[in-house]
């Protein structure tokens, strides 16, 4: 089955107000920020944007445009915030996080990873040693204080762990170095950090790769994601940028 697309527009069709949106990448690699601008440019509102680690502060510019249009009302990260104090107290997003107008909910990074597999694998919930005893276990980490539920604690094998949830979003957003035609993926180093366990988790995965391929143009072996797993593929370029600090 063919699941390329003529145009972001075509992409992006089925995601409306409300949506939770995975954004695949880990801080500036495997960002898809081509799908990105088209969800700006859609103006869709109300938006959760499910991350991995830091995807937005590796493409500020779209960031910066969808918190100037009201399209973000919850983030799910490891890593949102800028490292710098002074510069994330300027910036539009994190000054919207410190006044409530944007929900932020924070995972230790691998316990996010596993709760986007999980949803893939079709795992409900899992538990977890990661934060038993901290701030974690007392509580989701979220600026929103209706979330902070104290999590369920069991001791498995002499070890205290925590009751996590699989997360399960609408849409995955993801960027390929390659695809096919039938959806079957292939990353690049980093850009597998995040991306892969997205195109499991989501209801529906669209994805825009550097290179699109006849089916069998990549190697069995060097699929990272199957088809299956991805419902429309567009072709981008592939996008030169300048590293910022964080």
Same mark, same amino acid.
């Given at each position: ?18 949506? &939770? ?45 969808? &918190? ?31 006044? *409530? ?29 990661? *934060? ?16 902070? &539920? ?32 039938? *959806? ?32 069998? *143009? ?14 429309? &593929? ?13």
């Amino acid at each position: 089955m063919d699941k390329t697309v003529e145009n972001l527009d075509e992409a992006i069709a089925g995601i409306a107000d409300g949506a &939770v949106v995975a954004i695949g990448g880990f801080f500036a690699a495997g960002v898809p920020r081509a799908l990105l601008q088209a969800l700006v440019n859609k103006r869709v509102r109300h938006l959760t944007l499910a991350c991995g680690a830091g995807p937005l502060l590796g493409a500020q510019q779209e960031l910066e445009q969808l &918190v100037a249009n009201g399209q973000i009302a919850k983030v799910i990260d490891s890593y949102a915030l800028f490292r710098s104090a002074s510069k994330g107290a300027a910036h539009p997003f994190e000054q919207q996080v410190r006044s *409530g107008a944007i929900e932020l909910e924070i995972h230790p990074m691998g316990t996010l990873a596993e709760k986007y597999r999980a949803a893939g694998a079709g795992i409900a919930a899992f538990f977890v040693p990661t *934060g038993a005893g901290s701030m974690v276990e007392a509580g989701v980490l979220s600026n929103a204080a209706a979330a902070r &539920v104290p999590k369920e604690l069991r001791t498995i094998n002499g070890t205290p762990c925590m009751l996590e949830y699989a997360l399960k979003p609408d849409f995955a957003l993801v960027h390929a170095h390659q695809g096919d035609r039938e *959806g079957n993926l292939r990353y690049r180093k980093t850009a597998r950090n995040f991306n892969a366990v997205m195109a499991m988790a989501a209801a529906v995965t669209i994805a825009e790769v550097e290179e699109c391929v006849e089916p069998g *143009g990549i190697d069995p072996d060097s699929v990272h994601t199957a088809g299956i797993f991805v419902q429309k &593929v567009i072709q981008v370029p592939r996008r030169a940028f300048e590293i910022t600090n964080l």
